[in-house]
């Protein structure tokens, strides 16, 4: 059994990891922004209410998102780029081995 990496999916990954850290801000800005109008009485109201009381948790957790995302993006791209100059570096010295001529 061998182990092989396919650099470019391992970059594509990575970019794919760089496009949710933007979902994540985009969701971070829409939990600070939306904010139920509500008055009155009863379960919905305090429903409402307690959906307040979480949204500093709630941006949080997409602020870590974002943040993580866009580091590991990062990562899989620079070991995208060490497979490759890996894979050249082996490749070279394989043709090394050959006779010239």
Not at 70 to 86: D, F, Q, R
């Amino acid at each position: 059994m061998s182990f092989k990496v396919v650099p470019a999916s391992v970059s594509k990954f990575g970019t794919e990891l760089e496009g949710l850290k933007t979902d994540a801000d985009e969701a971070k800005t829409y939990a600070a922004k939306t904010k139920p109008a509500v008055s009155g009485v009863g379960a919905i109201v305090r429903f409402l209410n307690s959906c307040q009381d979480v949204r500093p948790a709630v941006e949080e957790f997409f602020g870590h998102l974002s943040s993580i995302s866009h580091s590991s993006g990062a990562e899989l791209h620079a070991a995208a780029k060490k497979y490759k100059t890996l894979d050249a570096e082996a490749a070279a010295r394989l043709d090394a081995k050959y006779p010239k001529g």
